[in-house]
């Protein structure tokens, strides 16, 4: 039900945009949201954007990615600049009902992001 694409490999510095395209129902009504997970560490939340488009970033991507949504294509994005190295991660895409745990919604498959000179 949710499909991401556009990872790969950039230099530090770079740009990539993700994108996951959702079904309709998916869409409209959830939080929308990208986590990512570098090896040996947690699952965490990189961005995430309301069905009313408030938006919320982690730290450490604040003022470097943007999320957003295109509701007449049912897919969001993360724009992701100023690439640094710790960005290095699999990336995930998910859908979830507003105020519930992630593990609740949908996921999509992930798509990796490799930041590398």
């Known amino acids: 039900q949710l499909q991401a694409s556009g990872g790969g490999l950039v230099q530090p510095g770079g740009s990539l945009r993700l994108s996951c395209a959702a079904s309709g129902s998916i869409f409209s009504t959830n939080t929308l949201g990208w986590y990512r997970q570098a090896p040996g560490k947690q699952r965490e939340l990189v961005a995430a954007?309301?069905?009313?488009?408030?938006?919320n970033y982690a730290m450490s991507v604040k003022g470097r990615f943007t999320i957003s949504r295109d509701n007449a294509k049912n897919t969001f994005y993360l724009q992701m600049n100023s690439l640094k190295p710790e960005d290095t991660a699999v990336y995930y895409c998910?859908?979830?009902?507003?105020?519930?745990?992630?593990?609740?919604?949908?996921w999509g498959q992930g798509t990796q992001v490799t930041v590398s000179s």
């Open positions: 954007i309301t069905s009313g488009g408030s938006t």
């Open positions: 998910n859908a979830r009902p507003r105020g519930y745990s992630p593990d609740l919604g949908s």
